[in-house]
């Protein structure tokens, strides 16, 4: 920990905190130069003017007691020595110093100005009484209690520094974590877009290929693929408005929002993938209904990613989907594999993203699942993924 110097907690002073000091300065130096002035004036003119010239020295000097702490300090108790109009900057410089909490500068100089001002103490006009014990005591703690008191305004001074640096900390970690949650909430919905739009798009892309590449197809089938290429334009528009909703500030803008997909939508979605012309063989032995929602949702769009993957890259091939597992087995296994696309069926594949697998992997990753890809011996693509059983 890097420690606390005291000018990091010494706060700037106002004209107002400047102009109170002063007049108790003035104040002070005016009551005990006022019990000797007279003397001064009457038996040792040049005393009087001596006293009051040292006196507003030192009035100018205390006020870089800050820039020179333990100089101004020293300074003003050796003229209070000889001169008693000094007693106001002596005891402010005093103060000072002590707010600073160093003892190694507090206690040398607290002494100096006990001696000072017992040694001014001493010294009394012939008209005047001399000082008794008890006045040089009430004196010796007069100066213990300045000390005293400048210590209590630097200790609470450093504990408010110390405040206010806390608070800043927090509000920095604060907003730390605000942006932290913003960038993971962008980047949730970044994924749900690709799920869901590269899938209906991905869709799109295999009939206008097949249309590019077939021109020998009878006007009822070119009529079927453009229609569903219309159908699943609507349905991507719907689905990027509802998406696009949510980043809007207005409560009302992403409503009536899509419920969240389940396990249980996995057979509808393999049934629609069937109904777009996507070969399909689909195996499961676990229950979905039974599948916790967490997991469940996770899982739709591990099987939504893979036949995204397997219509892009290999598109026209068949594809195997295989879901087995439970929450006796601690997790549910997913594989989906497909045939590489060879001649014209690999030029007809859409671009390369790479976004799509990565974005999944994120996602497993952040369920504690597991995720892999690898091409077997005989040209097959498969993913697989483990999601661990989360009730």
């Not at 000094?86 to 005093?94: D, I, Q, R």
């Not at 707010?99 to 006990?114: I, N, Q, S």
């Not at 967490?294 to 989907?321: D, F, I, M, S, W």
């Not at 996602?363 to 009730?391: I, K, M, N």
């Amino acid at each position: 920990m890097i420690p606390v110097q005291p000018e990091d907690y010494q706060p700037p002073l106002t004209w107002r905190s400047h102009l109170w000091r002063l007049a108790v300065v003035l104040l002070v130096s005016g009551v005990v130069w006022g019990s000797r002035a007279g003397y001064q004036w009457d038996h040792a003119r040049w005393w009087f003017f001596a006293d009051l010239g040292l006196g507003l020295a030192s009035l100018v000097v205390v006020h870089y007691r800050r820039r020179f702490p333990v100089v101004v300090a020293v300074a003003t108790q050796l003229v209070s020595l000889v001169s008693v109009s000094a007693a106001g900057p002596a005891m402010l410089s005093v103060v000072s110093l002590a707010t600073r909490r160093r003892w190694r500068e507090v206690v040398p100089v607290g002494l100096l100005a006990v001696a000072c001002s017992l040694g001014s103490a001493l010294w009394q006009p012939p008209d005047e009484p001399e000082a008794t014990l008890m006045d040089l005591a009430i004196t010796a703690v007069m100066i213990m209690l300045l000390v005293a008191w400048g210590l209590y305004i630097g200790s609470r001074r450093e504990l408010l520094a110390s405040w206010r640096s806390r608070a800043k900390v927090a509000e920095a970690e604060q907003e730390a974590r605000v942006q932290h949650a913003q960038i993971a909430e962008r980047g949730r919905i970044a994924r749900e877009m690709h799920d869901v739009l590269a899938h209906r798009i991905s869709t799109i892309h295999m009939y206008a290929g097949a249309l590019t590449f077939r021109d020998d197809l009878p006007p009822d089938q070119v009529r079927q693929a453009v229609q569903t290429i219309e159908a699943m334009s609507a349905t991507a528009l719907t689905e990027l408005r509802e998406l696009l909703g949510v980043l809007r500030e207005g409560p009302g803008d992403a409503e009536p929002e899509s419920p969240q997909a389940r396990a249980v939508d996995i057979d509808g979605l393999v049934e629609e993938n069937r109904g777009y012309g996507m070969k399909l063989r689909y195996t499961r032995d676990v229950d979905l209904e039974g599948i916790p929602d967490v997991l469940g949702r996770t899982l739709y769009r591990c099987v939504q990613e893979g036949l995204t993957n397997a219509r892009k890259h290999a598109p026209a091939t068949a594809v195997q989907v295989r879901i087995s597992g439970g929450s006796d087995q601690g997790g549910v296994d997913l594989v989906v594999s497909n045939p590489m696309a060879v001649g014209d069926r690999r030029a007809a594949a859409a671009p390369e993203s790479g976004f799509g697998l990565v974005g999944l992997a994120e996602r497993v990753e952040l369920s504690g699942g597991r995720q892999s890809t690898h091409l077997t011996a005989d040209e097959r693509f498969v993913l697989r993924v483990w999601l661990p059983w989360q009730s």
